[in-house]
Antibody
Framework: EVHLVESGGGLVKPGGSLTLSCAAS????????MNWVRQAPGKGLEWVSS????????YYADSVKGRFTVSRDNVKNLLYLQMNSLRDEDTAVYYC???????????????WGQGTLVTVSS | DIQMTQSPSSLSASVGDRVTITCRASQAIFNYLAWYQHKPGKAPKSLIYAASNLQGGVPSRFNGSGFATDFALTISSLQPEDFATYYC?????????FGQGTKVEIK
């Protein structure tokens, strides 16, 4: 069974940094592209970032470009999101999401984690 | 960026009703359209990919249709567990974009 478990969320001051992790299990991690998607309180879903298996294709939403960095460890089956220069508007539940396969050019999401809450507030 | 517009933003329906949610893309996206169901406090659930293909384990009362710019999600007979918010999403281009969501509530 596919499991995606996020961790690392918490309360951070504006301008601060936080790193989220996503532990993947129940599937061959090196067979799938991965993503981060977030939901701010009372708002809809917002795609944040995507990364291919070999990390040679990486994409970011304009709202986080230059501040967030996505990476993965294919030995430890971990996905990361390093978040710097955090703003109030980054407050959200962050979900780790699997693509349906290797291809990150045109691929749908299939499995989602439960999410981890990031709160940016002074 | 491709804008995704869902209609309606919310609806009230009864168990057993047929419900249709529409999603319009600001430019053609072939059939690179997915639908997700989201309940408060839960992980979103993937329902449909490639506009009309059901993800594994999704009940057959869910049906997706459409191509290019106009898409629809139909629930043929609404069940109690279907009350949730539904999102469409395009994956033709980056940035991936979602519709604003349609909240399906109990009448």
């Amino acid at each position: 069974e596919v499991h995606l478990v996020e961790s690392g969320g918490g309360l951070v001051k504006p301008g601060g940094s936080l790193t989220l992790s996503c532990a993947a299990s129940g599937f061959t991690f090196t067979g799938y592209g991965m993503n981060w998607v977030r939901q701010a309180p009372g708002k809809g879903l917002e795609w944040v970032s995507s990364i291919s298996v070999s990390s040679n294709y990486i994409y970011y939403a304009d709202s986080v470009k230059g501040r967030f960095t996505v990476s993965r460890d294919n030995v430890k089956n971990l996905l990361y999101l390093q978040m710097n220069s955090l703003r109030d508007e980054d407050t959200a539940v962050y979900y780790c999401v699997r693509y349906m396969g290797l291809d990150v050019s045109v691929a749908s999401f299939d499995y989602w984690g439960q999410g981890t809450l990031v709160t940016v507030s002074s | 960026d491709i804008q995704m517009t869902q209609s309606p933003s919310s609806l009230s329906a009864s168990v057993g009703d047929r419900v249709t949610i529409t999603c319009r893309a600001s430019q053609a996206i072939f059939n690179y359209l997915a639908w997700y169901q989201h309940k408060p406090g839960k992980a979103p659930k993937s329902l449909i990919y490639a506009a009309s293909n059901l993800q594994g384990g999704v009940p057959s009362r869910f049906n997706g249709s459409g191509f290019a710019t106009d898409f629809a999600l139909t629930i043929s007979s609404l069940q109690p567990e279907d009350f949730a918010t539904y999102y469409c999403q395009q994956y033709n281009l980056y940035p991936r974009t979602f519709g604003q969501g349609t909240k399906v509530e109990i009448k």
